[in-house]
């Protein structure tokens, strides 16, 4: 082979391999010659991507203060509440904003401190709340009269006093006050409606006082906060009390919130878990309803009142689209030791064998396991968050 028919064939081969290589997808990650591009005749505009924002949101369920709760909670100094919600202030104060339904009134010293069952609780809880990161609070439910009218007021007087907190489902006044939060360029509206008042009859001069399940009203109310906000949440107080499965009365309200395009429904009052479910609306998207959250902190001694669970929603907006990112439960675990003492809430995730090794229904009865919690968890057809979910942001932020 002559020198000249060698170069030959290696100039062809270099041609070929470089007509394959230029049948690859552009990936810019392949070493390549620079080819000039010459530019269109009319270059597009150069769009910006929509500031895209987002909110979590997280809602705990019934915070009830048994007797029981409030004599562990006494000091010489008087009441202090923050043990009972030290394991979670770290979860709590990093969402953007919090939910908690509030069961008991917190009517005052001279209404008289009780527990089951007309309730009074100190308003030092009231602080303590506020401190732990809580900062919408729901009234509408059926512990809203325990103290009567007066009790009542003199619980939203005290929130009135902590700076930052808005309370729900209950009004001073007869015309009930739009509910709108806005945070991180992100609307929120709430409503909050409860079944009744335990036969407790609302003040006759303030029939409006606790926020009632009225399908007119309520209508009424949704359809016109609606077009006022981003996102819209309804909290439910409703079903029936240590049932497993959502009523039929729930279902068919759900069914009518998502027909008023609520995004977000927030249940609570069995005092157990209930299942998530997804109702699709007419308009496409869906509404997230979480039938029960179950307890927060209480000394409800049934098996199935322990485990409760802390909602967890990612809302998204970009430009004008919305959307919920995420939707989620950390299971709760309300801890209390022999003579139910030390009562303290746990995300299940920090929850020990330790720990549990000392609550008061273990020790009466070792089917309360964290296998037990676990398989409740993975029943509620909910996504079961088992870490904190702050801190798997601000990881993957890094
Ligand atoms: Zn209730």
Not at 166 to 176: C, D, F, S, W
Not at 203 to 227: C, F, G, H, Q, T
């Amino acid at each position: 082979m002559t020198d000249a028919k060698l170069l030959r064939i290696v100039v062809v081969f270099f041609i070929l391999a470089s007509c394959q290589t230029s049948q690859l997808p552009n990936v810019s990650v392949l070493p390549g010659p620079e080819i000039p591009v010459s530019p269109p005749e009319e270059a597009p505009p150069i769009q910006e991507p929509p500031p895209r924002d987002s909110l979590t949101l997280v809602a705990a369920g019934d915070n009830l203060f048994h007797e029981t709760l409030l004599a562990s909670s006494r000091g010489k100094e008087g009441y202090n509440f923050a043990p009972v919600y030290a394991e979670v202030k770290s979860l709590v104060e990093k969402a953007d904003l919090a939910f908690i339904n509030q069961e008991t009134v917190m009517g005052g010293e001279k209404l008289g401190y009780s527990g089951y069952p007309q309730f009074n609780t100190p308003q030092a809880l009231a602080k303590t709340l506020a401190e732990t990161g809580f900062d919408i609070v729901n009234h509408a439910n059926n512990h809203a009269m325990d103290k009567g009218g007066a009790g009542l007021l003199a619980t939203l007087d005290a929130w009135d006093a902590i700076p930052g907190v808005r309370y729900l489902g209950v009004q001073k006044t007869a015309e009930k006050p739009q509910l709108i939060i806005t945070k991180n360029n992100i609307s929120l509206g709430f409503l909050a409606y409860t079944y009744g008042t335990n036969g407790l009859a609302l003040p006759k001069d303030k029939p409006w006082l606790v926020s009632l399940i009225n399908r007119e009203n309520m209508a009424k109310e949704i359809d016109a906060l609606r077009p006022l906000c981003d996102f819209l949440i309804v909290s439910m107080h409703w079903g029936d009390e240590y049932a497993a499965d959502p009523s039929a009365g729930q279902t068919s309200l759900a069914a009518f919130l998502a027909e008023h395009n609520v995004d977000l429904v927030i249940g609570h009052h069995p005092h157990v878990l209930q299942r998530f479910e997804l109702i699709p609306r007419a308009d496409g998207k869906n509404t997230y309803c979480f039938y029960s959250l179950g307890n927060f902190a209480s000394n409800q001694l049934r098996k199935e009142t322990i485990l409760g669970g802390l909602m967890y929603v990612k809302f998204l907006k970009e430009g004008q689209e919305t959307s919920i990112a995420d939707a989620g439960l950390i299971p709760m675990v309300c801890h209390f030791d022999a003579y139910l003492a030390n009562t303290r809430v746990f995300p299940l995730y920090s929850y020990t064998e330790d720990l549990l090794g000392k609550h008061w229904y273990h020790i009466r009865d070792k089917s309360l396991s964290l296998e037990y919690f676990s398989q409740v968890s993975e029943k509620l057809k909910v996504k079961v968050i088992s870490q904190n979910p702050f801190a798997e942001e601000k990881t993957s932020a890094q």
